[in-house]
């Protein structure tokens, strides 16, 4: 039996400042703690040049959610051999910003909603299923950050655009909200108007009741 805990951190396009300085607190409080801690992530349009994807594989990330699904799948499945268990293994706590949910979610709001548990089942595999090693988060934070908010940092802010507009951000966020649950989640107000400090509290109180 593993000795560590995995630790997923997850939000929708447009939540990224929340999380990444959620992250950053929740690392430093754990390692105030005495707690040894290893950061990962998995791919996704916004980390596929800094992963060095389109460069290997001239990969239009984004453009093709079918053909994304599998690359997230494979790319995971060698994340969770090489950093994840290796880490779990050693007692050690590992924060992986984005996982499982993204690559479904991605999926979902890509209208591939069709025979969606052979989905499901496709990606159980890639964290180990079949190969006697699967890993399961112990415990899945999803920062919820409203979609009206998401959008006008992403569209308006950043200047990316979606096809789908306000209606992508508002599916995303449904599909997080109604999948959370299979995924030993809890759910975190990050909106804006929320003081950081109040939601990294919150987050650390949340681990620490798993450790």
């Known amino acids: 039996m593993r000795k560590g ?19 950053v607190a929740l690392h430093k409080a754990l390692v105030d703690l005495r707690h040894d801690v290893v950061e990962c992530a998995n791919p996704d349009s916004g980390r596929a040049k800094e992963l060095g994807i389109e460069n290997l594989l001239n990969w239009s990330f984004g453009t ?22 290796p880490a779990l293994d ?4 590992v924060l992986c910003k984005q996982s499982s949910i993204s ?16 989905l499901r089942h496709l990606e159980k595999m890639s964290r180990g299923f079949l190969f006697e090693d699967e890993i399961f988060p112990d ?26 507009g306000i209606e992508f951000y508002k599916r995303m966020r449904e599909f997080y909200l109604k999948e959370i649950s299979r ?17 990294n509290e919150e987050v650390l109180a949340k681990v620490k009741a798993i450790l």
């Open 64 to 85: 093709d959610g079918r053909a994304d699904f599998f690359l997230e799948c494979a790319v995971r499945s060698q994340i969770f051999k090489n950093i994840v268990r």
């Open 90 to 93: 050693h007692d050690k706590i």
């Open 139 to 164: 415990l899945t934070i999803f920062f919820d950050v409203p979609a009206e908010e998401a959008c006008e940092r992403i569209e308006d802010v950043l200047q990316i655009h979606h096809e789908g």
């Open 183 to 199: 995924w030993h989640g809890v759910i975190i107000n990050a909106s804006a108007d929320r003081p950081q400090d109040e939601i």
């Open 103 to 118: 690559s479904l979610g991605n999926a979902w709001v890509n209208g591939y909603t069709h025979q969606f548990d052979a």
């Open 5 to 23: 805990k995995f630790i997923v951190v997850e939000g929708i396009n447009g939540s990224g400042q929340q999380v990444k300085a959620g992250i």
